[in-house]
């Protein structure tokens, strides 16, 4: 019972923190719309991306200007979708908030220019744009759009594709090129890659660590991380060569923006525990992605 009461404590926490950053996150990137992207004429890559040259194609061709909120909504229903039957409700519809926060926060979000350098804003815009979706993503859940795909072949695959959707992202901004000039879209695929070296930097999920556990206090620990991070362990009989006790060895793999946080639990649990943290290169099997439900 008081494991039940601890897990439920921790879920409402969690998803309090789910909101929080991912509200943040949203904001941050209306903002940085309004304030860099606009003021640059750049297109940022993704489902937003496609939706700014979309507006752009009916302002400039047709003399009709689109609000933002629902051709961003529409874009981003079919890979919600496959979001929902493949990650998970929970995390598709937390995201599915944040896509309708974004939409309206750039709707409402006055202008706010801050420089005129293209390159400046180029290069600061995507910083600021791979924060933004890096928040998201540590807190559980996303910007909506290609991030979708990114976190379907991590939680399935356990895959870094990011670089692949940089691509896919260029490929509309080529065409983006070939409608509206090269300029800006040179300039926007400097913005697209920056934002993905910051979300590389930032968002470090697929990184896989494993954690070798000396311990006394094995059943202890491993409520611990069961509790923390929602991740097993695999536990081995050991002997201290020296002292000649029983000891137990646990064999635990964890994210690296988990490490640190199991770290501390463990050694609150037991602080005479012996930890080994080494980077792990490959991993294959099931992996437990505790934020995506």
């Not at 463990?266 to 080994?276: G, Q, R, V």
């Amino acid at each position: 019972m008081k494991q039940h009461n601890t897990l439920e404590r921790l879920d409402l926490k969690r998803e309090i923190r789910i909101l929080a950053l991912g509200l943040i996150g949203s904001l941050i990137m209306a903002i940085n719309i309004k304030s860099f992207v606009h003021t640059g004429g750049l297109y940022p890559g993704g489902f937003n991306g496609v939706t700014l040259l979309i507006q752009t194609s009916f302002d400039r061709f047709l003399g009709i200007h689109l609000p933002f909120s629902p051709i961003s909504l529409a874009l981003n229903a079919i890979p919600a979708i496959f979001s929902f039957r493949t990650i998970g409700k929970r995390f598709t519809i937390n995201t599915a908030l944040i896509i309708v926060a974004t939409s309206v926060f750039t709707d409402i979000v006055p202008a706010m220019p801050i420089t005129q350098d293209i390159l400046l804003i180029s290069v600061f815009g995507g910083l600021i744009n791979g924060a933004a979706i890096s928040l998201c993503l540590i807190g559980g859940t996303s910007t909506g759009g290609t991030d979708f795909i990114a976190v379907y072949f991590l939680e399935k695959k356990n895959r870094d594709v990011w670089n692949f959707i940089l691509m896919g992202n260029a490929t509309v901004l080529i065409l983006a090129g070939l409608m509206f000039g090269w300029d800006k879209a040179l300039y926007s695929i400097i913005f697209q890659f920056t934002s993905t070296q910051m979300i590389h930097l930032l968002y470090q999920e697929h990184n896989k660590i494993t954690m070798f556990i000396v311990t006394e206090l094995p059943y202890e620990i491993y409520l611990e991380i069961m509790v923390t991070v929602h991740h097993s362990a695999t536990e081995i009989s050991a002997t201290g060569m020296y002292s000649q006790e029983p000891k137990t060895l646990l064999y635990c793999v964890v994210s690296s923006t988990e490490a640190k946080i199991v770290t501390r639990k463990i050694l609150e649990a037991d602080p005479k525990a012996m930890i080994n943290v080494v980077k792990t290169e490959t991993f294959r099997g099931r992996f437990h992605q505790p934020r995506h439900y």
